[in-house]
């Protein structure tokens, strides 16, 4: 049997943040990766690093989003130089563009909610006319009524990402398992864990951080924790290589360093069924051509679904085991994001022992209403 | 790099730019090209950098060229026809991005 401080298992974009993360403290640790019949969600990403619209009722995660955002240039910028692969990360600031007035109506209430909501914190973002729009993107279409501009948000190749900090885990001394779907967690009387794996693998840490995915849920239960995720389809286009006309990326559309410009995402319940269709797909592209016409003349490459880990409130649960302390519950919808604040701040979580209690408002207590 | 593994029976001719070829009827564009010892298909959008089918199953898009005055074809998934006239995809090189992300 294997020992490790600490165990991570989920070789998605969390566990791997988190991996990276721990590893550059020195500890011996261990990323578990079930395989790829597992739901792998962080093969489906969008790419955005966003700010904007997010954190209504809960200014603590519009926070902890723009900490994320502020983080993510040294955070890429490390990765770059200790693996040599670029993340293609750009923070040019996003637009959210609306595509008719009710839209826009309905999102300059929302970024005026936010506003007030941080109070002194401020949130910032700017109306745009359609007139200043088309300066900044030429080829905003006519039935555009406006956008908002929020100079913190940007974009970034979400399998880079997951490429670049497995890799950079490894250069730390950590040790990646694949093939290794977890079966039995053991909590032992001494405070560490052993784990079963299928394959015949099996660990002994002294810490342990569940970071996997829809996965989650189940493995949480054998430390009688519960982890209330569910599935939320995502459906994605991305067009041919064109020419680079766009400079900054959108809500829904955005322009690869490789020239694709990828379409998207859509947000379905459909449980745990993770395929594309038409409906959806015509959908997608219709608002993305209404936004920008001169994406009608590309053809389309593929299309795929994915499954976000989403919660009742959209927000992250970032659990310690009361029973088990040395056990840690990570999950949330906003890999890409969050990335950068995974591999730091929350790594520091576990490797200090805490979640701080600021950050206790991610606690999943939160979901329980008051008898 | 490529050579065929069984002789042409029935030929056909297609062009690539200015250069006559002789083809298998049910080659692919890109596999008479490829046979023919041509590796350069087009370039990159973007970067400018040159191009040749890696896939040849229609996924990659790097044997894009145009055909018959049709651009963006994929050459893996169009069958050959007597001819044809088929030249590189145009990359025209617009350059990476500065760190603002601006192209």
Known sequence: MKHLDIAVIGGGLLGSAFAYGLSADGGRVGLIDEGDHAIRTARGNFGLVWVQGKGLNMPDYARWSLRSAYAWTPFSEQLHAQTGISVEYHRPGGFYVSIDEQEFADNLALLKQLRNEAGEDGYDYEIVEPSALRKQLPEIGPAVPGATYCPHDGHANPLKLLRALQEGFQLNGGVYTPRARVTLIVPLKSGGFEIHCDGGHRFGSDKLVIAAGHGSAELGHHLGMEIPIFPVQGQVVVTERAEMTMAYPTNYVRQTDDGNYLLGPSARDVGFNDETETTTLRDITRRCTTAFPHLKRLRVQRSWAALRIMTADGFPIYLQSEAYPGAYSFSCHSGVTLAAVHATDVSRWVLDGQIPSRYSCFHPERFNVPA | ?103
């Open chain 2, 1 to 103: 790099m490529f050579r065929r593994r069984v002789p042409v029976l029935d030929s056909v001719t297609i062009w690539f730019c200015d250069r006559a070829i002789d083809a298998a009827v049910d080659d692919s564009v890109a596999a008479a090209l490829l046979a023919d010892g041509i590796h350069f298909f087009g370039r990159r959008p973007v970067s400018a950098a040159p191009r040749a089918p890696f896939c040849m199953i229609g996924n990659c898009f790097d044997c894009l060229v145009e055909i018959d005055g049709e651009t963006n074809l994929q050459a893996c998934l169009v069958t050959v026809r007597d001819g044809m006239r088929i030249r590189p995809h145009p990359g025209n090189g617009s350059g990476d991005r500065d760190d603002k992300g601006k192209a």
